[in-house]
């Protein structure tokens, strides 16, 4: 039997239950336009957004975080903050911007988020956290989620006040990433943590972390989460949900030839220069997400390398071109 079902979060129910996670530098309007067209997830999130930028910035130079593609599905609005006064604001900028969801970003491991008492720092205050979460539910009808991390194998004991400070709060989902904001990726997800969560809360919970895949899709949904959210495997594969959920549905799918990737890939950038007004941070951008783009040509290294010494979009579409119209002729 399939594992995609209706997800019901707060007051929205979406038809699937495979979200397309945030990720900071990638999940801009561009990006999730791709995803929604080839994948059609329940829905896509923004990057975090500091809620400080939201209060105090212009509107123009926000665009690359709160802009929305008008072909896109549902967008989840993700917040930075460590103050219950200025996430109320930013929660209700963002509700009268067009978001669909809203999540409080409780899982960021950098060192400059932390410092401010920001991302994963507000799990070591289990009363701090729940006075955000007050703060979101009182300034918006939306949906309202965390994203978290888990207690890992660190010393502190958080699952259990997190679990209890997300209930009490009213959340209406949780995201759990299974890892402790001090582990890398090399360390495995810790499924067993998510298991804890879905045990202990009424609301439903959202599984993360190393999902690409049917058996890592399977894994995950063995914890008894309610929808699953992808990180990295989404980039440079917009079609990846859309695909797991035809495999799951038992559905064909037709993946993509590479020349419509080498299309997509340049598409992606174009409307990236476009969005930022400035060629040269497309293109350094470019430069970032080629190798993922590429993961399916046999020349991807030396893609990425002659992508990485390329000045301008004009240079690029020709690289593109040759090396994703060449493997298909192939
Ligand atoms: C480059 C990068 C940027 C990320 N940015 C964010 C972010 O802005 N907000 C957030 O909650 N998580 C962020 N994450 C974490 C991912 O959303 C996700 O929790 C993590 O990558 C695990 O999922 P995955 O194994 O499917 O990638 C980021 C991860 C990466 C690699």
């Given at each position: 039997m399939s594992l995609i079902k209706p997800l019901t979060l707060g007051n929205r129910t979406f038809p699937v239950n495979i979200i397309q996670g945030p990720l900071a530098g990638v999940s801009c309007a561009p990006f999730r336009a791709l995803t929604w067209r080839?994948?059609?997830?329940?829905?896509?999130?923004?990057?975090?957004?500091?809620?400080?930028?939201?209060?105090?910035?212009?509107?123009?130079?926000?665009?690359?975080?709160?802009?929305?593609?008008?072909?896109?599905?549902?967008?989840?609005?993700?917040?930075?903050?460590?103050?219950?006064?200025?996430?109320?604001?930013?929660?209700?900028?963002?509700?009268?911007?067009?978001?669909?969801?809203?999540?409080?970003?409780c899982g960021c491991p950098v060192k400059k988020i932390r410092s401010r008492g920001a991302g994963s720092s507000l799990l070591s205050d289990a009363t701090l956290l729940y006075k955000m979460i007050c703060a979101m539910k009182a300034s918006t009808h939306l949906p309202v989620s965390v994203k978290?991390?888990?207690?890992?194998?660190?010393?502190?004991?958080?699952?259990?006040?997190?679990?209890?400070?997300?209930?009490?709060?009213?959340?209406?989902?949780?995201?759990?990433?299974?890892?402790?904001?001090?582990?890398?990726?090399?360390?495995?997800?810790?499924?067993?943590?998510?298991?804890?969560?879905?045990?202990?809360?009424?609301?439903?919970?959202?599984?993360?972390?190393?999902?690409?895949?049917?058996?890592?899709?399977?894994?995950?949904?063995?914890?008894?989460?309610?929808?699953?959210?992808?990180?990295?495997?989404?980039?440079?594969?917009?079609?990846?949900?859309?695909?797991?959920?035809?495999?799951?549905?038992?559905?064909?799918?037709?993946?993509?030839?590479?020349?419509e990737q080498g299309a997509l890939f340049l598409e992606h950038v174009m409307n990236l220069a476009r969005l930022l007004g400035?060629?040269?941070?497309?293109?350094?951008?470019?430069?970032?997400f080629a190798k993922y783009y590429a993961r399916g040509l046999a020349s991807r290294l030396e893609f990425a390398s002659r992508v990485n010494v390329c000045e301008t979009l004009d240079e690029l579409q020709s690289i593109t071109g040759f090396y994703f119209g060449q493997e298909q002729a192939a």
């Open positions: 080839y994948s059609k997830p329940a829905f896509s999130c923004t990057e975090m957004i500091s809620c400080k930028t939201l209060i105090h910035q212009s509107e123009y130079s926000q665009q690359r975080f709160i802009a929305k593609d008008p072909d896109e599905g549902p967008v989840c609005f993700q917040l930075s903050g460590n103050h219950p006064v200025e996430l109320a604001e930013a929660t209700k900028i963002v509700t009268d911007h067009g978001a669909d969801l809203i999540d409080l970003n978290i991390r888990v207690q890992g194998g660190s010393d502190e004991k958080f699952n259990s006040d997190i679990a209890a400070a997300v209930q009490d709060a009213g959340a209406d989902f949780l995201v759990v990433h299974g890892r402790h904001w001090t582990e890398h990726y090399e360390t495995p997800c810790r499924y067993d943590e998510i298991r804890f969560f879905v045990e202990n809360l009424q609301v439903p919970v959202i599984g993360n972390g190393d999902i690409a895949c049917m058996t890592s899709l399977g894994k995950m949904f063995a914890t008894g989460c309610a929808g699953v959210m992808i990180g990295r495997a989404g980039v440079g594969q917009p079609w990846l949900i859309g695909k797991l959920i035809a495999e799951m549905n038992g559905e064909p799918f037709n993946l993509p030839l590479h020349q400035s060629e040269k941070f497309a293109i350094l951008q470019a430069r970032k």
